[in-house]
T-cell receptor, first 113, second 113 residues
Framework: GDSVTQMEGPVTLSEEAFLTINCTYT??????LFWYVQYPGEGLQLLLK?????DKGSNKGFEATYRKETTSFHLEKGSVQVSDSAVYFC????????????FGKGTSLLVTP | KAGVTQTPRYLIKTRGQQVTLSCSPI?????VSWYQQTPGQGLQFLFE???????NKGNFPGRFSGRQFSNSRSEMNVSTLELGDSALYLC????????????FGQGTRLTVV
């Protein structure tokens, strides 16, 4: 079945450091890929998405490129801020999944001043 | 516009009891999905409703059920509660078009004692 694997956290970075959170997937067909972010005490918010191979999703300085050849969708940001501290979830939705999102386990990010 | 509203935010129940959680989607959204979030299992899909019909169901026992009303509001019910049902239950709404953003509520934190 479909699955998403993302790097284990927690990840601790200093402010202005470069961020990479790895995400790989297994899916039948051609899934859409998402990154969601969850701030403490909140629900999930969509950070960015990509719906086909080689698409690059971007938002708030975060980027991720849909790589079909490596089945990956790694999240990157050039310079993190303290306010980026949150849990990040990689997710996929397959055409046959019935609108169900399949999430990775989440990666906790802590950015220190 | 108002976001996804889940009530109550917090709930404490005793083993064996049943519980009903409520979700009001964003106005105009006709699809409502439910997810269970636990530290061990992460985010798992429970079910999805569209126009009062359940279109998809995750791998949960029959104690977990739901419904959707004509105004798109949704409820989920868990009967015969077990300690392992303690979790954050998240509701998401969308326009139900493929690869459209799902908007999440803040969740209901259920604790079973």
């Amino acid at each position: 079945g479909d699955s998403v694997t993302q790097m284990e956290g927690p990840v601790t970075l200093s402010e202005e450091a470069f961020l990479t959170i790895n995400c790989t997937y297994t899916a039948t067909g051609y899934p859409s890929l998402f990154w969601y972010v969850q701030y403490p005490g909140e629900g999930l918010q969509l950070l960015l998405k990509a719906t086909k191979a080689d698409d690059k999703g971007s938002n708030k300085g975060f980027e991720a490129t849909y790589r079909k050849e490596t089945t990956s969708f790694h999240l990157e940001k050039g310079s993190v801020q303290v306010s980026d501290s949150a849990v990040y979830f990689c997710a996929l939705e397959s055409p046959g999944s019935g609108y169900a999102l399949n999430f990775g386990k989440g990666t906790s990010l802590l950015v220190t001043p | 516009k108002a976001g996804v509203t889940q009530t109550p935010r917090y709930l404490i129940k005793t083993r064996g009891q049943q519980v009903t959680l409520s979700c009001s989607p964003i106005s105009g959204h006709r699809s409502v999905s439910w997810y269970q979030q636990t530290p061990g299992q992460g985010l798992q899909f429970l079910f999805e409703y569209f126009s009062e019909t359940q279109r998809n169901k995750g791998n949960f026992p029959g104690r977990f059920s739901g419904r959707q009303f004509s105004n798109s509001r949704s409820e989920m019910n868990v009967s015969t509660l077990e300690l392992g049902d303690s979790a954050l239950y998240l509701c998401a709404s969308s326009y139900a078009l493929l690869w459209q953003e799902a908007f999440f509520g803040q969740g209901t934190r259920l604790t079973v004692v």
